[in-house]
């Protein structure tokens, strides 16, 4: 039976019969950020040369196996998926060209989804751009329409890419190559901040720079709306695909930052605690970006004092390397940003990107507002009833929540992470300690209203969406590093434990994180299901040795087990309501004894289904049901409830 299209009802998402849905899902799936032929994995060394004929058929799995993968999803309990693809997946061979055969694999892909009762929205995926620039995203001919050289960027000092930095003979991490988790850094470097200010503010800030007779931000977000348009044309009849995410962690590049402001700690510039690495200034960046040398803050977390400080001041392109291709100028030297004189850059005006005559420029309020507008109008030329997945840059904090030009039927898709987790690939438990701001979490009660309160912030930004009438909040990306420790677990693994105790940290994580989602009950999707994931330090998901996927095919060693292959699965396989004809008011686990409680407000006949999986009851439960009745329905781990002459319905289940 197909999935029947969701709606928004304030924070809600409904479906046409009226039922109230929470969307637990997952990312599909980490890989998709790199081709599939050739091999994309940023551990594999490579120029990029052939960034024109590479295809993404086959990510995140060829067709023959989708079966099994799909299968897998659904019976962990998922029922929505943020299934990626990228721009260049779409537009890799040049403005315009379309990869046909790569559209009508990834059409089949989603409706394969439906046919195994998952919901999916589309994740047109980036991080720091593109591939040649440390991610992925972006179609390496963007660079060339604007003027710039990819190859060059490596040596100039204006990336930081694994696929260069990285020996693949040694293996491993190589903190002292490539430190971990750094690939965000690149969002600060020269042909990062350069595209992203083109791409969303090219109008302001250079208005005469024209690609093909269009001002280059008309150009390179018509062709970024271009490729999701092939991919919406191909989706438009299929009834569980319920819309399109705006744009995954965008960045602002030198949006609303003084020409020569360096970021060394809160400032009334941006008030987020400086993180490790290079502390660029746009000047910095457009110099360097010219080829002349430059000495940057290097920042490092100091042990001593327990905070990021300046641990050094290298010289950035010391060679003299421009990235500017023959013939080309930097289009904001043009605009009168600065000039360059000698062997270096004269400021002409500090302000350019940050402020004009009495208008100062605001990221979200005077371009994020008007690309959601955008991407909702086209998306919806083509689906009416579709729903726009919004994200604004996590880099640049949360403090004024989303533009108040947000379009109608918006979802707030914020992503959240226990960012010392991510970064640091190591869970401190029972005591969590945070070693950007110094301070210490005792014990999982603490940790967890940490959480709670965290999400709690994002949650309330929805509040002000659909004029004022509120949005859903789904959680894009949550997740954790299952190469905690120095991959501890893996090595365990390797060595022959199947003791669930090598994954006791992963579950205990997880679980405090679902702990404050079912408390807030909001929806998530988490980061990440991975078909290829390895339990390998230098490949992971494949890309910049991530290793987030809940599924690995070094652990399925059993194929007649629905579950091999899956990582610390009592964190994230648990009992949830995930259809309700009426409104949720509680749902609570207690992982340690199995005891969940649902409770709901009755409306229109009132029944419910609720995912219960053997998973956390391997010897049965027993229900204690107030207001209702229940039906089991062993065979798809579900319980279906009923009201009795009640408007109110509390679920109890106890393990047996």
Known sequence: MPLSRLHIDGEWFVDAEGHTHILRGVNLGGDCKVPFTPNGHTNIPTDFSDHKTVSFIGRPFPLAEAEEHFARLRAWGFNCLRLLTTWEAVEHEGPGK?????????????????????????????????????????????FEAVGLDFT???????????QYKYDPAKGGRQEDRYPTMSWAQNYVYPANAIMWTLFFAGKTFCPDFLVH????????????????????ERLKDLPNV?????????????????????????SDVKALPARPGLAWSPLDGLAVAQGLPRAIPDLQIDPEKLRVDVADTPVINPDGVSIWRAGAKCPFEKAGAYRRAGGELEVLDE?????????????????????????????????????????????????????????ERTVNASH???????????????Q?????????????????????????????????????????TLIGECGIPYDLDQAAAFKAWAAGSRDPAIWEKHVIALDLMYNALDKLLISSTQWNYTASNRNDEAVGDGWNQEDLSIYSIDQRDNPDDINSGGRALEGFVRPYARKVTGRPLKMKFKRETGAFRFIYDVTGDGTAEIFVPRLQYPNGFEIEVEGGVAERDDANQLIHLKPVNSDKVALILTRL
């Open 98 to 142: 379309y990869d046909e055969a790569y559209l009508d694999y990834f059409a089949t892909l989603c409706k394969m989804a439906g046919d195994h009762g998952l919901y999916v929205f589309v994740d047109f995926h980036q991080d720091v751009w593109s591939r040649m620039t440390g991610g992925d995203g972006a179609p390496g001919w963007t």
């Open 242 to 266: 319920i819309g399109f995410d705006s744009l995954n962690e965008p960045g602002s590049g030198y949006v609303g930052v003084p020409l020569s402001y360096r970021h060394l700690g809160r």
């Open 432 to 472: 969590w300690y945070n070693p950007f701001t110094g301070k210490t979490l005792e014990g999982a009660e603490a940790i967890e209203e940490a959480y709670t309160r965290q999400l709690a912030g994002i949650k309330s930004a929805a509040e002000s969406l659909n004029a004022g009438t509120g949005a859903p």
């Open 416 to 430: 959240w992470y226990d960012i010392v987790t991510l970064v640091t690939k190591s869970f401190g438990f029972p």
């Open 213 to 232: 007779g269009r001002n280059v931000q008309d150009y390179l977000q018509g062709h970024y709306i271009g490729a999701m348009m092939a991919i919406a």
């Open 351 to 407: 302000n350019f990107f940050s402020s004009r005559g009495n208008q100062t420029f605001d990221m979200d309020r005077d371009f994020m507002g008007p690309f959601f507008a955008n991407v909702a109008a086209r998306i919806r030329e083509v689906n009416a009833d579709w729903l726009l997945f919004a994200e604004l840059d996590p880099g640049a904090g949360f403090a004024h929540g989303f533009p108040k030009d947000t379009p």
């Open 152 to 162: 060059k960027f490596h040596a100039a000092g204006a990336t930081h890419v694994m």
